[in-house]
């Protein structure tokens, strides 16, 4: 079986991803621009033990609120709202980048 992604390896690729996606539309020189971001985000999915739930609507839910007050607490109050659908792709990949280091937990598509 193999082992669990460490969690700075979680981090720095939720890190990364974010960084790509931009959500905020900084266009940061420094890959870093996101970190504090994703290591909330992190500490609160695994606060929320979101590799315990088996319905994938009620997690990605949970996660969308977490990433929501994320962005909110960091860059409010000049955090412009971010689109629906740049959101989903926000959540969805920080959500696969999370479940992908619980190698041990099956992802059938139904749950997480």
């Known amino acids: 079986m193999e082992a669990?992604?460490?969690?700075?390896?979680?981090?720095?690729e939720m890190s990364e991803f974010l960084y790509k996606v931009d959500p905020m539309h900084l266009r940061a020189p420094h890959e870093d621009e996101y970190d504090s971001e994703a290591l909330s985000?992190?500490?609160?999915?695994?606060e929320a033990l979101l590799v315990t739930s088996d319905d994938r609507q009620v997690t990605i839910e949970l996660?969308?609120?977490?990433?929501k007050n994320t962005f909110e607490h960091w860059f409010s109050p000049i955090a412009p709202g971010i689109?629906?659908?740049l959101m989903t792709k926000m959540c969805d990949g920080?959500?696969?980048i999370y479940v992908s280091s619980y190698?041990?937990?099956?992802?059938?598509?139904?749950?997480v």
């Open 83 to 85: 689109p629906e659908e």
């Open 4 to 12: 669990s992604k460490r969690k700075h390896t979680v981090l720095q």
């Open 41 to 46: 985000i992190l500490a609160r999915m695994n």
């Open 94 to 96: 920080l959500l696969d």
């Open 63 to 67: 996660v969308t609120a977490i990433v």
């Open 103 to 111: 190698p041990c937990v099956e992802n059938t598509g139904d749950g």
